[in-house]
């Protein structure tokens, strides 16, 4: 069974705006940290955005996205979203949702314990 199942990824222009989603499983704990990371032809995974439980949701942005994605959780429904608003060409990549078990939002792919399969984002000029 796939612990995370991304959606809403597709081919949009650029100043549009997509939202992923990410659905996990029964097995995942509604405390995990959840982050969304991407990783675009020739380049390392990097991440993107994170969200914590503590303290109502403590959220990380990484610059190149700040002021333009929202990350949100909605624990009722085992699900995890990125708002994505005024995308640009660089933001083309595969995008991918990831949980760990632990407080703490870390930046580095490997420190995450569930990952989902991918879904591809493509912004056009």
């Known amino acids: 069974q796939v612990p995370l199942v991304e959606s809403g990824g597709g081919l949009v222009q650029a100043g549009g705006s997509l939202r992923l989603s990410c659905a996990a499983s029964?097995?995942?704990?509604?405390?995990?940290?959840v982050a969304w990371f991407r990783q675009a032809p020739g380049k390392e995974r990097e991440i993107v955005a994170a969200?914590?439980?503590?303290?109502?949701?403590?959220?990380y942005y990484t610059d190149s996205v700040r002021g333009r994605f929202t990350i949100s959780r909605d624990n009722a429904k085992n699900t995890a979203y990125l708002q994505m608003n005024s995308l640009k060409p660089e933001d083309t990549a595969v995008y991918y949702c990831?949980?760990?078990?632990?407080?703490?939002?870390?930046?580095?792919?490997?420190?995450?314990?569930?990952w989902g399969q991918g879904t591809q984002v493509t912004v056009s000029e």
């Open positions: 990831a949980a760990r078990d632990g407080i703490r939002i870390v930046i580095l792919p490997r420190f995450y314990d569930y």
């Open positions: 029964e097995g995942i704990s509604k405390n995990a940290t």
């Open positions: 969200i914590s439980y503590v303290n109502g949701g403590t959220t």
